[in-house]
């Protein structure tokens, strides 16, 4: 199991991300959250590939500055539409507008996740498809009030009041959480 792995190991989350840490001590892993300080440029528009690439990004760039021994664990996650990536809205009118195409569709998210260890780099993805209800301005306007759109890829949480949107998942819901553990897990099997 994935807390026996990494007994006795210095764990980094190279993440500020709340949910990503609350998924961690769920797991049993206390990690060090190390943000990485990396600007976020999409060279690609293939999500499998962003995510990835990301994700990478921020672990070398936080394995910089730490001993070898240390295990680096980095995610990157989006929200894919219509070929189209959705992130962090900028805006509560972004919010609005990203909530309003998505009501009543299909979308996926997509994360990926890569691991350093001992001057090893890892990576990989998983995608899950994620339908909405129909949701209502007046829906809309209410859960912008609760402030959680503006941190989420997608103007969403599923783990929030974002949830009651949500009509169906296919795939992982930690993933649409922003950490798929099972991906996790069997990355952690390859590289320890």
Known sequence: MIHNILKNKKVILASASPRRRSIFQQIGINALQMPANIPEIHTTKNPRILVQNLAKSKAVNIAEQVDEDCVIIAADTIVYFEKEILEKPLSERQAVEYLTR???KSHYVYTGIAIWYKNQLISDYTKSCVTFSEISEND?????????????????????????????????YFNVMGFPVSLFYEMLKKIM
């Not at 912008?144 to 296919?170: N, R």
Request: positive net charge.
């Open 102 to 104: 998505l009501s009543g």
């Open 140 to 172: 809309i306007k209410e859960y912008l009030k609760t402030k959680e759109p503006m941190d989420k890829a997608g103007a969403y949480g599923i783990q929030g009041f974002g949830s009651q949107f949500v009509s169906k998942i296919s795939g992982c």
